[in-house]
Nanobody, 118 residues
Framework: VQLVESGGGLVQPGGSLRLSCVAS????????MRWYRQVLRKERELVAT????????EYADSVKGRFTISRDNAKNTAYLQMNSLKPEDTAVYYC????????????WGQGTQVTVSS
């Protein structure tokens, strides 16, 4: 059971990146998905959330209008499209899957580095 992120890298300010999060060993369609980011020595920040049924999404104020979270349940994959990137978006980005049931199930990816710099 794991989540694997990809798509991070170095991009200039104003550029775009698309992060992917592929789930294996479980059915992603049963889980709400979130993207977090973390800068060294700071708390992990929730960036975006999408519901399991793909009907609702929420964003941190800092990324609203620039980032889009989406999912393809047929591919067991979630995405984070990041546009108009700023240096302050530099962080390690993590995907997170959560299913609230009698017992909660949650999984974290290993993280992918995004660096926005000229």
């Amino acid at each position: 059971v794991q989540l694997v992120e990809s798509g991070g890298g170095l991009v200039q300010p104003g550029g775009s990146l698309r992060l992917s999060c592929v789930a294996s060993g479980f059915t992603l369609s049963r889980y709400d998905m979130r993207w977090y980011r973390q800068v060294l020595r700071k708390e992990r920040e929730l960036v975006a959330t999408i519901s399991s049924d793909d009907r609702s999404a929420e964003y941190a104020d800092s990324v609203k209008g620039r980032f889009t979270i989406s999912r393809d349940n047929a591919k067991n994959t979630a995405y984070l499209q990041m546009n108009s990137l700023k240096p302050e978006d530099t962080a390690v980005y993590y995907c997170y899957a959560l299913r609230i049931a009698t017992t909660n199930y949650e999984y974290w990816g290993q993280g992918t580095q995004v660096t926005v710099s000229s």
